[in-house]
């Protein structure tokens, strides 16, 4: 840090700015007589050279800034309060003292979450002066908590808000397509993370075909590009995998991939995605969201493919294991249709023979009530000119024609006389 230079003595009655803090109070003298003006007098040095306020403060505004550099100051925060304009107030102390504290809009969007009140955090500033108060603050461009401090606060946030909507429980996450045929990357295409994928998918299974979709991912930009560029790939329904992800990096570098802007849209792809954020160590929003986590852009890239070699070997083993199947699935077919044909003979021989034994049975009683068989032992028919059968004795008036039928054939006959019985009792 800079020093600041001389300091110009101040007036009689004004105290120095510069004394420390908790200095005595230099006596004043009393009744003290005025000093003439002196020609040529600074501004502020006489009341007749006196300046405004604004002067005053804008002054001290330039003095303070140009005398000290941007330079961290370590404390706790204390009376946080969040503008609906995006600015944050707060206040840095320690066991001594305390410095007023503001973070522009401009500024705070880049942090991850805002402070808690009791938090020790290490804030990097430039010192100024607001002029419409003359007050003295420290304009805060960046702040970090002790540990993972704001990071770790603000991951937790997201995981429980996340938590609460169902998107992170294990039941809704899909399998991953087993055998693809195409896989789209979204990563920048600059990066080794987008080398790696495509040396691994190439030397695995080399007919995968690879759709690379570029975004940034890291800086401002990063996370609309990234919701945008997932949005399209779910709307495509022709791609069976999604590789999101990059290589390592610091904690500001990766922390894109924990904006819930990003992990929504993740949640949301209709395609099963993969996730492939940093290193092994590192776990981001993105990382529980996802259908699965990859440690590495490597490891992503070979759970997304198999190994072609492996699957031929697997194909032709379910070939031979499919042919002996059939083989001995005809075997046996075979065996139960002889089996079934040889009990269907034997019992259709049974069968018909005991239908050739009810036959003849109801052919002989048949046979015994034939008027055929009557004729057979010397009986004859008589039937009139129609063939009609004459039963009775007052059928034959005398002269009528009529036929007798017998075993061997048939007779003309004419009735002579007849004999009628009479009926008895």
């Known amino acids: 840090m800079t020093k600041p230079g001389p300091r110009r003595a101040a007036p009689p009655d004004v105290p120095d700015l510069f004394e420390p803090a908790g200095a005595p109070a230099q006596p004043r003298a009393r009744h003290a007589r005025r000093p003439e003006p002196e020609p040529n007098a600074d501004p502020g040095a006489t009341p007749e050279s006196a300046i405004s306020v604004s002067t005053l403060t804008r002054t001290a505004r330039d003095i303070v800034e140009g005398a000290f550099p941007p330079l961290w100051v370590r404390g706790e925060v204390t009376n946080f309060a969040a503008h609906r304009n995006g600015h944050w107030y707060f206040s840095l102390r320690d066991a001594a003292a305390r410095v007023r504290c503001v973070m522009w809009a401009t500024d705070a969007r880049r942090m991850p979450a805002p402070p808690d009140d009791g938090m020790q ?24 908590a002790t540990g993972d401090g704001l990071w770790r606060k603000a991951l937790d946030q997201s995981i429980q808000r996340l938590t609460a909507e169902g998107l992170l429980d294990p039941a809704r996450k899909r399998r991953v397509t087993a055998h693809p045929r195409r896989i789209a990357v979204i990563t920048s295409p600059d990066g080794a993370a987008l080398r790696d994928i495509i040396a691994v998918v190439r030397r695995r299974c080399p007919i995968v075909e690879i759709v690379v979709v570029p975004a940034s991912v890291q800086g401002d930009g990063a996370a609309r590009e990234l919701v945008s560029a997932i949005r399209r790939v779910s709307r495509w329904r022709d791609v069976d995998t999604v590789i999101v992800g990059r290589g390592g990096g610091s904690r500001e570098d990766l922390w894109v991939f924990n904006d819930e802007r990003v992990a929504r849209a993740m949640a949301a792809c209709a395609i099963p995605t993969i996730s492939a954020v940093g290193h092994e160590v590192d776990v981001s929003l993105c990382d529980l969201v996802a259908d699965l986590r990859a440690a590495t852009p490597s490891a992503a890239a070979e759970a997304a493919v198999p190994v072609l070699a492996d699957v031929r070997a697997r194909l032709a083993t379910r070939a031979v294991d499919l042919r002996l199947g059939l083989e001995r699935r005809a075997i046996r077919a075979r065996r139960h249709f002889e089996e079934t044909a040889r009990d269907m ?12 034994s009810r036959l003849e049975i109801a052919a002989g009683r048949l046979d015994a009530l034939s008027p055929l068989a009557t004729l057979g032992r010397g009986y004859a028919l008589a039937t009139n000119e129609t063939g009609h059968a004459l039963t009775n004795a007052a059928q034959f008036e005398p002269g009528r024609a009529f036929r007798l039928r017998l075993r061997d054939g048939q007779v003309g006959a004419r009735t002579e006389t007849r004999s009628v019985t009479p009926p008895e009792g």
Not at 121 to 144: D, F, K, N, T, W
């Open 121 to 144: 955090v290490s804030a990097l500033g430039r010192m100024s002066v607001y002029p419409a108060h003359g007050e003295m603050h420290l304009a805060v461009l960046r702040i970090e």
């Open 345 to 356: 003979r034997d019992g259709l021989e049974r069968l018909t023979a005991r239908r050739r």
